[in-house]
């Protein structure tokens, strides 16, 4: 039978929300020199960026078709300015003015110049929703007339740019966000027009998944010896297989639906745009205040408080109803009413 909400959507939201807080405390403890195990940061770190931004990117794409035929083109960009762009200057501003009020601490130390460039030159995570804007208007100009043609040329396009970015003989950030993660833009358009998905929530399909995931990870790390950011047919391989045993988990999950995980993937926007503010904060705090180098305890505190403090942050934020923190009226105000 096949499931009657998207549940299952939200459950792969908290999976990857919960695996790029993770990523990402794990980097910046790293990064500001904290005893850790080289070996084990390596090979965590390469593991969990093999699958979990292709994973937003494929969730990303997933109700793209649905939303654009709904909408329009002029209303579609409207929302995408109000849902995607307000967030990644918003965020992006309140961020880098902490970073430089706290430049002597931080990993990454910031300037004005840094503020301005967030036009051309994305900060720290916001890199992501610089890159999904992009996605959708360069999708809607080529999917404008026609979807199913469009889709499978796009798909073996965004392959061949994949597999053989020198090919393109083209540099610049956008170029790289395209060759990197377009794909898995357009795979979760396609995974979208299936019309059955429950059978992945099968135990013997989530189990042969993650034999699968165990069994290519090893393969790929430890016999060849290679890294998540050489690009090629095992990456690919890598991040499809991650996807999927995401997808088989959360579809699984979602039969019996739990309102805080829901909850946390539906927040996922809300943690993503704080939880460098939050746990690199807590970082800051132990090492430079109190002079903490417990990579277990730097691990635990900044991955705790890069998922719960946005959590009560956005608590807040609705509970006395502020509104346009994470989004903005924008479309509203230009666009006729229906």
Request: positive net charge; proline residues 4%; hydrophobic residues 55%.
């Amino acid at each position: 039978m096949a499931l009657s909400r998207d549940y299952w959507v939200d459950y792969a939201k908290a999976i990857g929300i919960v695996l790029v807080v993770f990523g990402h405390v794990l980097r910046g403890i790293f990064e500001s020199g904290i005893p850790l195990s080289e070996s084990f940061y390596h090979y965590s770190d390469s593991i969990v960026y093999s699958f979990h931004m292709p994973l937003f990117f494929f969730l990303s794409g997933l109700f793209f078709f649905d939303s654009f035929k709904k909408r329009g083109p002029i209303s579609f960009v409207a929302n995408k300015v109000d849902t995607v762009v307000y967030p990644y200057f918003v965020w992006s501003i309140i961020q880098l003015s902490f970073a430089i009020l706290l430049s002597q601490y931080t990993n990454h130390p910031s300037n004005l110049n840094t503020l301005v460039s967030i036009l051309w030159e994305p900060a720290g995570q916001f890199w992501f929703l610089y890159a999904l804007f992009f996605f959708f208007l360069f999708s809607i100009v080529i999917f404008y007339k026609t979807f199913t043609a469009s889709l499978t040329l796009a798909c073996v396009g965004a392959l061949i740019l994949y597999l053989f970015p020198p090919l393109f003989e083209l540099d610049g950030m956008i170029f790289i966000y395209f060759s990197t993660y377009y794909l898995f833009f357009l795979l979760g358009a396609v995974f979208r027009k299936l019309d059955d998905i429950s059978f992945l929530g099968q135990p013997k399909w989530i189990g042969s998944l993650f034999g699968v995931f165990l069994l290519s990870q090893y393969f790929f790390h430890f016999v060849m010896d290679m890294h998540f950011e050489q690009r090629g047919v095992f990456t690919l391989w890598l991040a499809v297989v991650g996807i999927l045993l995401v997808v088989a988990i959360s579809v699984w999950a979602a039969q019996k639906p739990s309102k805080w995980c829901l909850y946390l993937g539906s927040s996922s926007m809300a943690i993503y745009v704080m939880h460098i503010l939050t746990g690199s904060g807590v970082r800051v705090i132990l090492d430079k205040f109190f002079g903490v180098d417990s990579f277990v305890i730097h691990l635990v505190a900044g991955f705790s408080a890069g998922l719960i403090v946005p959590l009560v942050a956005l608590y807040l934020f609705n509970r006395f109803r502020l509104s346009y923190v994470f989004s903005a009226p924008i479309s509203k105000l230009v666009l006729p009413k229906a």
